[in-house]
């Protein structure tokens, strides 16, 4: 058993290091990676099936701004990501594809505080316009 270890570890010696430099040098990530949630305001209809679909009951439907100021309202998912599992149910149950899986995982997610891991439906439609409804 011993020597079958030994024999592992000075086979492996030539082989580079995997080390990552993350911090001055952004790790690749995968094409099927689930960071924070980007919800497109002009698809969304407010119907829910994100909130029950959620596991963790981290999805609630709130009434919020179409657009930062203005006095209309409507309903719209605000996510809890202290208690997401980032499972992407709610992205995939999305009848009309507002709900979409973006590459954050560092910005949006790292907070001091955890009332400051609540997404309001302003935050989540941060790279989506509603005009356009095309991503910046």
């Known amino acids: 058993m011993v020597l079958r270890n030994i024999k592992y570890a000075l086979k492996k010696i030539p082989q580079p290091p995997v080390t990552r430099m993350y911090p001055e ?11 924070l ?18 596991p963790n009951n981290a999805i609630r439907i709130v009434k919020a701004p179409i657009s930062p100021g203005s ?16 499972c992407g149910l709610c992205i995939d149950q999305c009848p009309k594809d507002a709900l979409t899986s973006g590459k954050e ?32």
């Open 105 to 136: 995982y560092t910005e949006g997610l790292v907070k001091w505080k955890h009332k400051d891991l609540l997404i309001c439906p302003d935050k989540l439609a941060r790279e989506v316009d509603l005009e356009e409804g095309d991503e910046k």
């Open 25 to 35: 040098k952004a790790t690749e990530l995968s094409d099927r990676f689930r960071g």
């Open 37 to 54: 949630q980007i919800l497109n305001k002009s698809k969304c209809i407010g119907c829910g099936i994100c909130a029950n679909t959620c």
């Open 71 to 86: 006095d209309k309202k409507r309903w719209f998912p605000e996510i809890d990501i202290g208690h997401c599992l980032f």
